[in-house]
């Protein structure tokens, strides 16, 4: 097994140990591509959206945040053109008949896959005489719709038919004319959503990478036809603040410029940006230019009028689209594998996340040195309720002796543990009323006052 496998399953078993993921319905075996999140997850999740709205949103006076429904009219999908082109190539193994992603059994055989149609993929797996993982022989490759449907109301006939939505954009587009009728925004003006979207992944793998419920982040900026350069050069820069403020290193991510041939049916130009995950380096977000596509086609399906009428120059015309789209999971993911080390400290190993302090699920933990002496113990919850109050992902933690307490706090990339001892209550008179804190990265210890404490902490946020 390679070490990055190895690192990848350290990382996910980290994940349930100590309550970040866990296997969705895991009980019952699990259910593929599907996960769960746990106390930890849900906060170093809240951390890293909260960082996107702040960043794409709230620091922005041209964005307007909404939150539409999953299911939507059927015909919307219809417009958008993904009830007819959402699609895998897929490849049945002919005994067993299991599917595969045609695209992924080349890629394991190291042939290049870009700009390759369906035909291409086909005629390429009989030139290299592929056989299935299970070694039988591989049928012909088609193409598979992603989208998941479901049935609404009592009556099951083709008009119950809709999708769970495949993506957070659509939701924006059909509310597109609503935000103008109540806000009269002038553009360039965007919409932001996060929330959820499924797609019937064929190969879901690779731990949260690819999933069938997935959560996305996405933004739709609308523009005069003739800014779409300049928003998406601006979008482009807002995506790297992004990768800095969750802690992702710059070095790992990497733009592609996606090939003409490989572009979603909605894009004139894509760039991808993508992360070195442990198993390789993968596609992390992407950066859209969707031109006028989506509301000429909204426009026309519907029969609604969504073009802008300029008050200025007084032209009507339909604005163009810049989309930066980024995946919760996947960011999750890359906080968590960029985190991950194991190294030594005071010659004991050790496993830490050595994540930023802004977007680790627990702030700081406090303990009292020990938890059988009443004064200390009244002392730490005395401190433990200051800081929950000021920032509410702190844990109180008095369980084994302090070495112990330092390792779970470090696996779960704590950046600071702070400690009531015997100076804390007056042992030596100067040190009355101060704390240790100690940092996960380094291990050192200063004294602080706990009048300081917050600003002290805020300091190294
Ligand atoms: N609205 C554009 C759009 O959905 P996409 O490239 O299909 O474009 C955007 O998806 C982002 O959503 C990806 O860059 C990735 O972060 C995330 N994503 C897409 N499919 C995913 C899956 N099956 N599992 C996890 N994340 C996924």
Redesign the pocket.
Known sequence: MSAQQDNMDAIISLAKRRGFIFQGSEIYGGLA?TWDYGPLGVMLKNNITNAWWRLFVDERTDMYGIDAAILMNPRAWVASGHVAGFSDPLVEDLKTKKRYRADHLLEEKGVDVKGMKVADMDAAIKEHKLLSPEGNPLGEVRQFNMMLQTQLGAIADASAITYLR????GGMFVNYKNVIDAFHPKLPFGLAQMGK?F?N?IA?RDF?????E?E?M?VEYFVEPTDWERAFEEWRKKMWEFIEAIGLPRGMVHELEVAKEDL?HYSKRTI??EFDFPFGRK????L?YRTDFDLSAHARESGVDLSYFDEETKKRFVPHVI?P???I???LLAVLSSAYSEDDMGGEKRIVLRLKPSVAPIRCAVSPLLKNKPELVAKAKEVFALLKKEFGRVMYDDNGNIGKRYRRQDEIGTPHCIVIDFDSLGENPELLDTVTVRDRDTGEQERVHINELTAYLHARD
């Open positions: 591509g495949p993506e957070t954009a979207a797609r992944e879901p949260i990478f690819r999933v069938r997935l996305q996405e979603a991808d940006f596609e992390l977000y992407g859209a989309e789209s980024l995946g999971g996947r960011s």
